[in-house]
């Protein structure tokens, strides 16, 4: 039974903006790519600015995303700025890329993460991808049962992931034995820096996913500024504590030759016991960062919905639990999907990886363009928050994306090709979601 009328209420705080952030951020990146940092970088030094270069790249994003998100509200995101800027086909394209690749191979990407450290813990009748696929169903079943349970949820999870990861930090910093400072203690890959970089920035993603909660801030719009601060600083300072802590415990050389830093730092520290607390942390995480993707992954099914009757069944929402509750469910179904694919060719953390990056990137720099578009063409339009230093900072930003983009194709393999071939898949949907939008407004324009 369609409920219409139905629109998101306002029950989100700046508190539950900030946890999202931090939740999708700081999943398990910062427990995997601290060793490719390090083995890319000459220095304890170079090391560091890659990470605070990361923040900084990261803040010109959130500087150009809070001028988008304060003046159109919607919880379609980057969805909404790409229809006013480039028209609805562009829209489709990127909500279907988002529907079918993006958020479904996120969620499957720390869904394996998840599955490969809980199943260490639980007898062998429990394999990696049986967990993967339970978090998923757990999590989206908590999110149809209403938006409150599913951002209490977070704020609790995202709280436990800080304070183990701060265990963990705290026990690196005043534990570990301190190491001499490194100087080109270890020779950096033929990727060097700009290697670096690729994967602090990929640890980095995730902060633009505040903007598809702009609709229901319980405190309006402008409240999406500080929520994107806050969220961008907190993960920096975040990232600089770890890599402090790291290269304390264990030394550039043995930081770039860690498969599982965390784990090993631990393990130097407390013995196995402490690396079996790093493998329950690590699970923590992926499963906040799966929740907080699963709540706004399904936001854009939802608009893409309400703009095309082809997808009519998701842009219905659920008034009595205030969700989005077919697209969470047709997302979970993606991605537990994925989850099998995954299983099947066993590479599954790194197929998701291919498989998502070039499309996100890409999309990424249109959003960044839209902003240039949407100045031009909409000047009239009242502006509570401008990008700083217009046009520097989004320039800056656009160019960014097309570096990433650039090496998300050439650092990847087959998965990266599916990805796309995915994305392209979307314009024989094009046509016909196009006639029947068409089949539908003809009615209301003569009403």
Known sequence: MREKGAEPRKTLSVIDGVALIIGIVVGTGIFKTPSLVAANTGDDLQFFSAWVLGGLVSLIGALCYAELAITYPHTGGDYHYLARAFGQDAAFLFGWARMTVIQPGSIAMLAFVFGDYLSQLLPPVFPPSLCAILAILIMTSLNVAGTRQGTWTQNALTAAKIAGLAAVLAAGMAFAPSLPVTAASTPPM?????????????????????????????AGKRTMLPILLWGVGAVTAIYLLAGFAYLKGLGLPALARSEVVAADLMRNIFGEGGAGFVSVLIAVSALGAINANILTGARTNYALGRDFPLFDVLGRWREKTNTPANALLFQGAIASALVLLGAFTRKGFVTMVEFTAPVFWLFFLLTGISLFVLRRREPEISRPFTTPLFPLTPLLFCATCIYMLRASIAYTGIGALVGLVVLFTGILFLLPARSKRKNRAMPEALD
Do not use: K, P, Q
């Not at 700009?194 to 995730?206: D, Q």
């Not at 903007?211 to 319980?218: D, H, K, P, Q, T």
């Open 190 to 218: 033929d990727g060097s820096f700009g290697l670096a970089m690729v994967f602090v920035l990929l640890t980095f993603g995730g902060w633009n996913e505040a903007a598809y909660i702009s609709a229901e801030l319980r």
